[in-house]
């Protein structure tokens, strides 16, 4: 099927969003909308696939039909779909697509499957369509801290990756251990605030000379040694120290090693993307660090940095622009791996000199 340029329809149904969102024919962003389930998982600590599943199952046409309203497209005016391939939880992603295979079929047009984290990369330049490529893109969210190199043809060259957990996921086991609740991103954030970053030192994984690799079991472990030496409950002032003090170390980390990419590969321009991307911390520590002017820095509005269909529809979008084959038989892929990437030797010795 050929893709004729008009409005574009994305899909989103990867973990605990339902999302759906229309993109113009410029690429303009005419609606995003999201269905949490937090309110679903919240009780259990953490998601629960199969309610994950069943809970998209009940939301997607509404929120597809919301999508459509906002942007005030109908159905018919649509010229492509966009979807989330993988990776993520089988039955989620099941929903996602195969709601978009049935719709895609109904309307006889394209559809066009999207890596979640390729969709994390557009959002880049979602609200900034002139940031400059090649770029350093790091992705934050709760299952992925990959540092990429983004080339001029959009190629994706992994630098380096977290050896353990996500920084998203150092976050969401951080605020459970303080007993913050799910999700725990946002809870760490928001406690922080009040607490002195400095009470309390945690550690810091920095790998060897120029490795720009990350990991963040160490950190969540020594905020379990602490805890355990405490009196409890502990007092809130308490804990917002703990937060500040273990959001400070994961926040360090992010901003040296996205720096030493720029550095090591001689490039001034740096996005970072992913639901870790709304951290007011790190955005407050990456702006002033651009502040200086010696690079330029692209942070997703918050309503691109965590889970949405505006990031997929537009990946979807540069995907048909450089005429990239539909497949009418998309099939999910829920492991890492399938995006189109090239991994060098830096991944474990360093950025190559
Ligand atoms: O991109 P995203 O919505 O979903 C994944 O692809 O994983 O990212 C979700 C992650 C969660 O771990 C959540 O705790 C984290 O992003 N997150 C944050 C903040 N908002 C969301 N982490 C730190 N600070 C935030 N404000
Ligand atoms: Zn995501």
Redesign the pocket.
Known sequence: MVWKSGPILGIES??D?TAAAVLGSSGAVLSNVVASQHSVHEKFGGVVPELAARAHLGKIDLVVMCALEQAQIEKRQLQALAVTQGPGLAGALLVGVNYAKALSYGLGIPLMGVD?LQG?IASAWLADPTFPLPCIVLVV????THLYRRETNGECILLGRTRDDAA??A??KGAQMLGLGY????A??RVALTGDRLAIPFPRFHGGRDSLEFSFSGLKTSLLYKLRRMAVPLRPEQIADFAAGYQEAIVEVLVTKSLAALKQSRLSALAVV???S???RLRAVLNERAGHGQFRLSLPPMEF???NAAMIASAGRERLMRREPCASDLDIYPMDGAMILSETSSVTAGFPK
């Open positions: 990867s973990c969003e979640h994390h969210s709760g299952g992925h998203g996921e976050f969401d999700p725990g991103g946002p760490i954030d992913g639901g870790v709304a951290n007011s940095c965590t889970d």
